[in-house]
């Protein structure tokens, strides 16, 4: 088969390798998307530790079933359908209370560090456990199917605190992840979202998607001005310690932040404000078992994943597409590769 192969750090090369197989309880998935996220651009020269070479990356895919492996008795060949990234053991003391996506021996798709390496979706077959494949409705395309993924990511952020009627929240953060909790911030009640974003085309499809108003991250006093002594609750979606600060900044005593990106590794902590402020602040990972309720709210159009879309390309085109993405291509906000 043919993949987009991260050969070494920051070279990507569309080459063939051996097809995987599925081994018991597996299924081979031909892939038909497979969406490129931002840690994968992140990931690239191999600075996070997360994408080590050789790999090929790509978690948020959808496709159809080629073959089942032995032991698979309740799915079927030539279905329809999506996976989670987080690949879970069932056995653990996490997977046994519910709470999967911190599992003991947790591996994502995509992913090598010095624990495992786990090959992903960039790439016509990709072979997953059958206990995270979803049947994607006809409603949704492919493109949109592989969009679950991070739906699902920011259903789980959202749900990481409790989010009142007429609260007001900030989002700092604009991409994909940013843009859908603020969709699922409106429809929890949240009166007033406003958005936090440096890309100006960014803060129009915030304002488009339902912000009250998105601003740069230097308009941090008419926001200020427009939410009186802070917000009730923040979702910091980048990562970084200036926009980790940016965030802490924004809440109001007592309030509720929530740290949804982690680019950067360690970031400065502002004690005093916590502390004295009483904040209740919550780290939030992957998702849990929340791609049914997505995928019900994505069949449904009650969130539109196709609005997220900037481009569709060949994966053959993948190293290209990279190039723009790390380039900071303002007018991008999701490529999705066709194997």
Request: charged share 20%; aromatic share 6%; with cysteine.
């Amino acid at each position: 088969m043919y993949a987009l192969l991260l050969e070494a750090p920051s070279r990507l090369v569309y080459t063939e390798v051996p097809r995987p197989e599925p081994q018991e309880g597996e299924v081979l998935v031909a892939v038909r998307a497979c969406g490129i996220c931002g840690s994968d651009v992140h990931g690239l020269d191999g600075r996070s530790g997360r994408r080590r070479p050789p790999l090929i990356m790509g978690h948020e895919a959808a496709g159809t079933i080629e073959r089942l492996g032995p032991g698979v008795t309740a799915l079927k060949e030539g279905s329809r359908v999506t996976f989670d990234s987080t690949l879970w053991c069932g056995r653990c003391s996490f997977c046994r209370s519910g709470r999967i996506n911190l599992c003991e021996n947790r591996r994502v798709l995509g992913v090598s560090t010095d624990r495992y390496k786990c090959n992903g979706a960039f790439a016509q077959y990709v072979v997953v456990p059958q206990h995270v494949v979803y049947p994607l409705p006809e409603e949704l395309s492919f493109e949109e199917g592989a969009l679950i993924e991070p739906l699902s990511v920011a259903f789980h952020a959202v749900h990481r605190m409790p989010v009142d009627l007429n609260d007001t929240a900030v989002v700092v953060g604009g991409g994909v992840i940013g843009l859908l909790i603020l969709k699922l911030l409106k429809l929890r009640g949240c009166r007033r979202v406003f958005v936090l974003e440096k890309e100006a085309s960014r803060r129009s499809i915030a304002e488009r998607f339902g912000a009250s108003a998105a601003f740069p991250p230097g308009g941090m006093k008419p926001l200020l001005d427009r939410i009186g002594g802070g917000a009730d609750i923040v979702f910091e979606a980048v990562g970084k310690a200036e926009t980790v600060q940016t965030a802490l900044s924004c809440v109001r005593t007592g309030g509720r932040c929530v740290l949804v990106g982690n680019l950067d590794p360690s970031v400065p902590f502002p004690l005093q404000k916590v502390v004295t402020g009483e904040l209740v602040l919550s780290g939030t990972c992957a998702s849990s078992g929340e791609y049914p309720r997505c995928l019900d709210l994505a069949a449904q159009r009650t969130v539109d994943l196709g609005e997220l879309i900037s481009a569709r390309a060949p994966l053959s085109e993948g190293a290209l597409w990279f190039g723009k993405l790390l380039k900071g291509d303002p007018e991008l906000l999701k490529v999705v590769l066709i194997p």
